[in-house]
């Protein structure tokens, strides 16, 4: 992904479908995802990064549109018009009319932000800065080598949160994993032996995937 997203951070793709079929805010403007053949159900996102493109079509600006007034946060350059000759220069037009909207005079060098609605748009800073404005934590964060972190994803359900976290060194590896989850009871499911232990602190040993 560009901008690539710091360390603790990670990500899914989503095709304009999904954007325009099955993506909404949440309550607390967090993108919300409802589940598709695509997508996993039920996955909330703090930020959505744009492609590094300033076209789109009139339905995808439109979306972009709702979404920020609706308390989303987003990242990318203004759209200057459609990549399509369908609709002509009336398809531009409605693609500059919502641009106006949600970028306003943002040039994404000294002007970096811009409110509409509920929500943000953000062009011309690093993700860091950005995550940092939203107060979006780093999700996983382990001890070790920097060079040799454990690969990591991070799954929802409606009564889990779900990591999968495997070692990419050549030998065991112990040591010290933070997760953005509280309040819930832990399980550690090992997928060596298919054992499952219960409790609140653990000594895990990664074994090379």
Same mark, same amino acid.
């Given at each position: 992904?560009?901008?690539?997203?710091?360390?603790?951070?990670?990500?899914?793709?989503?095709?304009?479908?999904?954007?325009?079929?099955? $993506?909404? #805010?949440?309550? =607390?403007?967090?993108?919300?995802?409802?589940?598709?053949?695509?997508?996993?159900? %039920? /996955?909330? &996102?703090?930020?959505?990064?744009?492609?590094?493109?300033?076209?789109?079509?009139?339905?995808?600006?439109?979306?972009?549109?709702?979404?920020?007034?609706?308390?989303?946060?987003?990242?990318?350059?203004?759209?200057?018009?459609?990549?399509?000759?369908?609709?002509?220069?009336?398809?531009?037009?409605?693609?500059?009319?919502?641009? $106006?909207? #949600?970028?306003? =005079?943002?040039?994404?060098?000294?002007?970096?932000?811009?409110?509409?609605?509920? %929500? /943000?748009? &953000?062009?011309?800073?690093?993700?860091?800065?950005?995550?940092?404005?939203?107060?979006?934590?780093?999700?996983?964060?382990?001890?070790?080598?920097?060079?040799?972190?454990?690969?990591?994803?991070?799954?929802?359900?409606?009564?889990?949160?779900?990591?999968?976290?495997?070692?990419?060194?050549?030998?065991?590896?112990?040591?010290?994993?933070?997760?953005?989850?509280?309040?819930?009871?832990?399980?550690?499911?090992?997928?060596?032996?298919?054992?499952?232990?219960?409790?609140?602190?653990?000594?895990?040993?990664?074994?090379?995937?």
């Amino acid at each position: 992904m560009q901008p690539a997203p710091p360390s603790g951070y990670d990500y899914d793709y989503v095709n304009t479908d999904i954007l325009l079929h099955h $993506m909404s #805010v949440a309550a =607390d403007g967090r993108v919300h995802v409802d589940g598709s053949s695509e997508m996993p159900e %039920g /996955m909330t &996102y703090h930020v959505l990064v744009l492609p590094p493109t300033t076209v789109m079509t009139p339905e995808v600006a439109g979306k972009l549109h709702e979404l920020v007034a609706a308390g989303a946060t987003i990242v990318g350059a203004r759209p200057v018009g459609s990549p399509s000759l369908a609709g002509g220069a009336d398809a531009d037009a409605k693609v500059r009319a919502a641009a $106006m909207d #949600v970028w306003g =005079d943002m040039d994404g060098v000294t002007l970096n932000q811009h409110a509409y609605g509920k %929500g /943000m748009v &953000y062009n011309g800073l690093t993700l860091d800065e950005v995550l940092s404005r939203v107060g979006a934590a780093p999700d996983f964060a382990a001890s070790g080598s920097l060079d040799m972190q454990p690969a990591w994803v991070h799954r929802r359900t409606k009564d889990a949160d779900i990591y999968f976290v495997a070692n990419q060194a050549d030998r065991p590896v112990h040591l010290e994993a933070r997760f953005r989850v509280a309040g819930r009871d832990v399980q550690v499911w090992r997928p060596m032996d298919g054992g499952i232990d219960r409790g609140a602190g653990y000594a895990l040993s990664l074994i090379h995937i």
